[in-house]
Structure formats: C-alpha cells, structure tokens
C-alpha cells in the first residue's frame, strides 16, 4: 500500500509540474517536432519571399533598361552609326550590317548614358541567374520541410551557405533545431487512400 501510494503521488508531482512550468515542458516529441517544423517553415518561406522580390526587381530593371536602350538611347545613336557605315560599304551588304552594329557598339561605349544603361541591364541578367538556383533550391526545402528528418536534412544541405545572409542562416540553423526534434520519430505510414 505504502509503494501505491508513493507511485500515486509521483504521477500528482509530475501533473503539477506541468502545469506550473507550462505546456512545453510537457509536450510530446511529435508535438516539438511539429513545432520546430513550423518554426523552420516560417523562416524559408521569409528566405523564398526575400528572393523572389529580389527577382523581380531585377527583372524590372532589365525590362526598363533594355526598353531604354531600344526607345530612346539606341536610336540617339544610329544616325551616327549609319553614316560611319555607310562610308565603307554599300547599304544593302551583310558587310554593312556588321559595320553598322559594330560602330553602334563602339558609340554606346563612348556615350555614359548608354554605357550606363547596357551595364545596368547586364547586371539584371546576371542577377536573376545568380538568384534562379537559390529559388529552386528554396522551394525544395519548403516542399520537403514536412518530410522525414533525413529527406528534408538533405534539401537544406543543397542550400549553398551565403557570406553575410543572416536570414538565411536563421533559416538552416531553425531546420537543424528541427533534424534534432525530428530524427528519432519514425515517419507516418500512408494509407492507401493518401497516395495519389
């Protein structure tokens, strides 16, 4: 009776240390898991959201830039560039062409307002391609955040480390938090009507 009782009043001890340390405390792996989940999603989807303003802003500047050269600044210069052409060859030659394009090239260097222009649409090009994979990447973390700890471990490893990017190491540091809470839970069986 005495050992009923003293086992009695643990399970009592342990209740009310719940209650007064708080749910946490007390919250079952699958619980922290789930959370720690949560918490890593919310830091990828601020990381996806970050990249692809970032990608449109470099693709306004490319479209702006490029709409510039092609409206206003190019035919500034082909006048120019027609009549130094023209001087060489005749006008309805492939040669001409060329010697047309080479000489609107040669004027847009000389010209800072064009040179300006095609060096700011160069680095909007280079910007979205230096931001593409990122946002693959990204997204394959968002869709495998959920996923068994390995499966997602794996798609945050992919994500190439960024001199600087403190969000983005907020982000891998939250989904390591999460391999941890997660790693030792067996993965859910599926049931046939969940697999299409």
């Known amino acids: 009776m005495t050992a009923i009782r003293a086992r009695f009043s643990g399970l009592i001890a342990t209740s009310c240390a719940c209650l007064l340390v708080g ?18 999603e919310q ?31 190019e035919p500034r210069l082909a006048e120019a560039a027609a009549h130094e052409a023209s001087a060489r060859y005749d006008r309805n030659s492939n040669a001409w062409m060329r010697a047309y394009q080479a000489s ?19 680095e909007a090009k280079e910007k979205q391609q230096d931001l593409a994979p990122k946002l693959s990447a990204a997204l394959a973390v968002l869709a495998a955040i959920r996923s068994p700890a390995e ?28 391999y941890e809470a997660c790693k030792k839970l067996r993965p859910k069986a599926t049931s046939p009507g969940d697999q299409h």
């Open 151 to 178: 499966a997602a471990k794996q798609a945050v490893d992919a994500v190439v480390p960024e001199f600087g990017n403190i969000q983005l190491d907020a982000a891998k540091q939250l989904s390591a938090r999460a």
């Open 23 to 40: 749910a946490v405390a007390c919250k079952s792996a699958e619980e922290k898991c789930a959370l720690a989940q949560v918490a890593a």
């Open 104 to 122: 609107q090239s040669s004027a847009c260097a000389r010209d800072a307002e064009c040179a300006r222009t095609r060096q700011s649409n160069a």
């Open 43 to 73: 830091a990828w989807q601020a990381q996806l959201t970050n990249l692809q303003k970032q990608s449109t802003d470099a693709r306004e500047s490319q479209v702006s830039s490029e709409t510039k050269l092609i409206k206003e600044i």
